[in-house]
């Protein structure tokens, strides 16, 4: 892909404000959005929800379903380039897109990262430059695979190869008979059975890309998950450790540059004890857009993940985030409108929001909601950034908010 930069406020060949879409509405779409418009430029979302928080905010919302043939001649036509928010996004959806418009990251890349055994298969070809490998892993698309998946996989997990987030579509097995019916269970389709790896941490990595072939880095991101679902992200010199630190950045460059990839990447990482005393890194899997564990950028660095996916799209010059303040993230979901006041005994059948004025008493606290209409459990409501002048402040106020929303302490 190359074209000449989208410059904001101009006006484009069809005599329109320049206008970057979206393809999805949810939240990451919503940040897009917002970081667009900051920098002046006419927003377009294609999502089929009417109160989709990106579409609730942009100047454009095309109501439709993500392959809607209409649907997508009207966003191509309303924008000057496209990108997605979401990496199930159909890739023959983007490939239309593409006929007309600059799309990125390219349909070809979503379409590595929408599928677990094309993901794994791509982070072994970069193995050789990257130094850091998948966990061993079994493809399962016939009984026949399944009867000869090796021993040593077990125990391990059994991951649906499409449309797995937030740790759905995923089953732990310690034996044989254990695997076979979570097969059954998951229907029989396309899956990936990983080995089951000791983590003693886990991390994730941000890339943003140019048409140019640029690459900047942000700083790596240290995540603790609750229930498969991301929780917490800490960032400060010393959350990951330097050495390791590098090298989850190496190899994320070398995935971004081996897949020719235009737009924001994420790839997360296990830290596993490599047996002699050290640690050694794995990849786990990549998100084809901005990633929940970078939004601490929003506060914590001169320029934010989305910022850096507006400037990938529109082409305009990136440079390496600088982080100014140490930084931690708490996600906030739909479960913490169930106990307003952190205390699951007075537990409330209705939502009712959590104590935003003491939270955001604290020192550095950011507070961002997604402007989503119901609470349920579960669900991405938002998430609280705190920024502080030393990692020990950030640390102190965060087990303040932690106690106020009813959170697990921090480790
Ligand atoms: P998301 O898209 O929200 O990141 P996901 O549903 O795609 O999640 P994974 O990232 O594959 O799922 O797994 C979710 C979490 O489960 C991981 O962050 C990790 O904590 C745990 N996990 C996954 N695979 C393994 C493994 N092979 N060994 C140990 N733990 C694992
Ligand atoms: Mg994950």
Redesign the pocket.
């Known amino acids: 892909m190359s074209f000449k930069p989208l410059l904001p406020g101009a006006l484009s060949e069809r005599g329109q404000p320049i206008t970057l879409g979206v393809m999805g509405g949810g939240q990451l779409g919503r940040m897009f959005v917002q970081a667009a418009q900051a920098m002046g430029y006419t927003t377009a979302v294609l999502d089929p929800d009417p109160a989709s928080p990106a579409g609730l905010i942009s100047h454009h919302h095309v109501q439709t379903a993500y392959d809607d043939p209409a649907g997508l001649a009207e966003l191509a036509h309303l924008c000057d380039a496209i990108t997605t928010e979401f990496e199930n996004v159909p890739a023959p959806a983007l490939r239309q897109l593409a006929e007309q418009r600059p799309v990125a990251p390219s349909a070809d890349c979503v379409a590595v990262a929408q599928d677990r055994l094309q993901e794994k298969a791509h982070f072994v070809q970069c193995a050789p430059i990257s130094g850091v490998f998948p966990?061993p892993y079994a493809g399962i698309e016939s009984a026949d695979q399944m009867a000869t998946v090796p021993e040593n996989l077990l125990p391990?997990?059994l991951?649906t190869a499409r449309l797995?987030?937030?740790?759905?579509?995923?089953v732990r097995v310690k034996t044989r008979a254990e695997l076979e019916s979570a097969w059954t269970q998951l229907g029989g389709v396309a899956c990936v059975l990983?080995?089951?790896?000791p983590?003693r941490s886990?991390c994730s990595v941000l890339v943003a890309r140019g048409a140019d072939g640029q690459t900047v880095c942000f700083p790596v991101q240290a995540n603790t998950?609750l229930d498969?679902?991301?929780a917490i992200t800490e960032v400060f010199d010393g959350a990951v450790a330097g050495e390791l630190a590098q090298r989850a950045q190496a190899s994320t460059v070398a995935v971004a540059n081996h897949l020719n990839y235009v737009g924001v990447l994420c790839v997360?990482y296990?830290v596993v004890d490599n047996g002699q005393g050290g640690s050694d890194l794995i990849v786990?899997?990549m998100?084809p857009r901005p990633h929940n564990s970078g939004h601490y950028s929003q506060n914590a660095c001169d320029i934010s993940q989305f910022e850096a996916q507006v400037r990938a799209l529109a082409g305009l010059p990136l440079h390496t985030p600088r982080q100014h303040s140490p930084s931690l993230m708490v996600n906030l979901l739909g479960d913490l409108w169930f106990a307003p006041n952190g205390v699951r005994a007075q537990a409330s059948e209705h939502p009712v929001p959590p104590p935003w004025a003491e939270v955001l008493a604290l020192p550095g606290t950011h507070l961002h909601l997604y402007g989503k209409t119901s609470a349920r459990k579960g669900r991405k409501m938002g998430h609280l950034n705190i920024t502080g002048e030393t990692a020990a402040q950030v640390r102190e106020a965060a087990a303040q908010a932690l106690v106020l929303l009813g959170l697990p302490a921090l480790n």
């Open positions: 966990a391990g997990i991951k797995g987030y937030d740790g759905k579509g995923q990983e080995k089951l790896m983590l886990e998950h498969g679902i991301l997360e296990f786990n899997e998100a």
